[in-house]
């Protein structure tokens, strides 16, 4: 189930959080890599955006899967993504956190990107 980009200013992802609950679903949303420094318009934020699927996650006590939304594989990117990790994991018992490199590729194992890749996954454990 995909919910898109469903804030207004009166809706936020507490119902869809809510009904993904009740029938033991799990939330997964990408940005993880994302931060707000990043951003041109000044209006988005993918950090207030993942903080309120955290929340409604933890309210809801489903599990949460990250994503990022492109493949980089630089320093700034995984410690971004190690940062929001962190937001969901935090003060948790017994929850995990999946991620998913959903856009693997053949750069992922070049030797450079390899280092990176294996300290990440170091830092996520």
């Known amino acids: 189930l995909t919910a898109g980009y469903y804030n207004t200013l009166i809706r936020d992802y507490l119902p869809v959080a809510g009904m993904l609950g009740r029938f033991r679903m799990s939330l997964c949303c990408t940005c993880f890599d994302m931060g707000d420094v990043e951003q041109i318009n000044p ?9 309120q699927l955290i929340y409604a996650a933890r309210m809801f006590n ?31 018992h017994g929850h995990s956190l999946s991620f998913n ?25």
């Not at 599990?63 to 003060?91: C, F, H, W």
């Not at 992922?108 to 990107?113: G, I, P």
């Open 101 to 125: 490199f959903v856009r693997m590729n053949k750069n992922l194992f070049d030797s450079h990107n390899w280092t990176h890749l294996t300290r990440f996954v170091r830092q996520m454990s």
């Open 43 to 51: 209006e988005s934020s993918p950090e207030g955006f993942l903080k």
């Open 62 to 92: 489903l599990p949460l899967a990250g994503e990022i939304s492109v493949t980089r594989l630089n320093d700034a990117s995984l410690k971004q993504i190690v940062k929001s990790s962190m937001l969901y994991t935090d003060g948790l």
